[in-house]
């Protein structure tokens, strides 16, 4: 694949950084130790990610009782059925690990032998302008952003992350199979480079706070929705949601359009839909972890997390400083 050459590229992170600290060095050795497993057998790695993904749900009160809330209000499960599909995504998120370890890591061979199918390429191919390409937060994100990258020239953006090392290994190894990223700091960019012929990847299924965010109902739930993507509708571009679901150890790629003829609340709704539409296709391997209903509400749907949001506050601190 051929480098982004045309257009300004972030530049790399920091080894110098990444290893500035004794924290550093132990992210390190677990790195290493990550690495090593990507070499294992798929079978092997999915069911050590099963273990992993059942320690998770044991240790994680904060992370599953979220999960719970999420899953219970979108999909309307409760009691055995709730509690099953709950210890399902933990098991997938743990299986996630191995699929980042497999995206960063392994041969394109490698990558091609996968179980794949893709629906409606040609939506992604037949573009000339450049499109805004959706995607959601699955457990196996890091994998589906490689397994797109074997079918169409992408360019995306990344939040960096508080961990250097982390944030190093990351932004290199997607640069192999990603043409060029922005930061989630540099959004406006991504115009210029969809204008110029580029495929952009973000994913607006999360919420990010209500500053750049409108209230739109998200299964039913008025959810913080990012109004980034509806930037595009009156510039004539496309934008599309490229899902990609694992059913039955297949991964299936379906690109599907996203009519953007409409003002922006019913642009907003419909890219809601078709997130929940996908979503409920393979409901165990989305990120139900993530504080969806955060914003908006005048009561925290959401249990208290004090030392999470003392680390949050010390980052902010910090950040301020500098």
Known sequence: MNRLKSLPEKAAPS?????????SLLTWLGIGLLRLTSYLPYSILMNLGDGIGNLI????????EISEINIKLCLDIKDNELDKLVKENFRAIGRGIFEMAIAWWSSDERIKKLDTRVLNKRLLEDTQTGALVLIKHSTHLELDLRLLSQHFDLTGMYKSQTNEAV??????????????SLTNREAMKAVRWIRSGKNFLY??????????SKMVPFFGQTAATVTFPALFLKKEIKIVLA???????????????IDSSAGEEEFLFEMNKTYEEFIKKDPSGYLWMHRRFKSGQAESLYPQWTSRERRREKRRLNRNKD
């Open 167 to 180: 944030n190093y290994v990351m932004v290199r190894a997607r640069s192999n199979y990603i043409q060029g």
């Open 15 to 23: 080894l110098i950084r990444a290893l500035s600290s004794f924290k």
């Open 57 to 64: 749900y044991t240790v994680s009160p904060h992370r599953r």
């Open 243 to 257: 899902n990609v679901s694992k059913i039955d150890d297949t991964y299936e790629i379906e690109i599907k359009n």
């Open 203 to 212: 994913a607006a299924d999360q919420d990010y706070g209500l500053k750049v």
